[in-house]
């Protein structure tokens, strides 16, 4: 059970002792989803190296960019460890594409999120069945609907506690940990991409543009998919 005074103890270690903490609490039942973004390789870099009991896993949506295939095999290679892949059910996919076209999800924001359903937030609640922790790359600096997120909070609708322990890191603080560590990242960064999704709804942003900008770029509405605003969360402490 994480109570408030264990959150303090979480919130004031390093990365690889709070994520200890968690795994000791929960050993076999702490899982971390990953997009292979800059945030997620910190976090992947730190469970691997220690050796952590968190099964690591991504989402293939059949619609990520080369680069991103690229890098979970560098990823792979250098760590020598597996990273569980899910996918979409085809028989979702093959409704959605039959119904709303190859690239459907550019005509309207419904279109849009239902595909992020059929690719995205179902395969998630597969991979998250039966976990009692989430461990998520978010921070706050990402969007607005980030920014009061805390580090801990109970999901009463999936049942688990989801961690977000960079909530509080700043892009900077990712970028040198990367360096030091000589941590793998997609090699789109370099090119302008922050945050990375799939290819046909990612762009590169402009200086001084929002770090989310590039996602879903021809949305006005929040750039979230899904997989972080679904369900309904309870904020164990703001
Ligand atoms: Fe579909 Fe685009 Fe969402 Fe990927 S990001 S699941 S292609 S709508």
Sequence with gaps: MINEALIQEIESSS?????????????GDVVFSSSLGQE????????YKNDLPVKVFT????RLFNETYELLERT????????QIYFPESSDVEDFVVNK?????????ENRKSC???????????ALNGAKVWITGLRAE?????????????????????????????????LDYLNKFN?????LHDKGFISIGCAPCTRAIEPGEDARAGRWWWETSQKECGLHSATPVEHIRN
Excluded at 145 to 169: A, G, T, V
Aim: glycine share 4%; hydrophobic share 35%.
């Design 15 to 27: 990365l690889p002792a709070a994520l200890k903490i968690i795994t000791d609490l929960y050993p």
């Design 101 to 109: 076209g190859i690239n459907g999800f550019y005509e309207s924001v």
């Design 59 to 62: 989402i293939d949506t059949g």
């Design 142 to 174: 990402q969007s607005d609907n980030r920014k009061e997120m805390p580090m801990i909070e109970w999901s009463e609708e999936r049942q688990l506690y989801k961690f977000n322990p960079l909530i509080r890191w700043s892009y900077d603080d990712m």
């Design 116 to 126: 992020c359903f059929v690719r995205k937030v179902k395969p998630l609640n597969r």
């Design 76 to 83: 792979t290679a250098r760590y020598k460890k597996t990273m």
């Design 183 to 187: 941590v793998p990242y997609s090699r």
């Design 40 to 47: 997620d390789q910190v976090i992947t870099d730190v469970i």
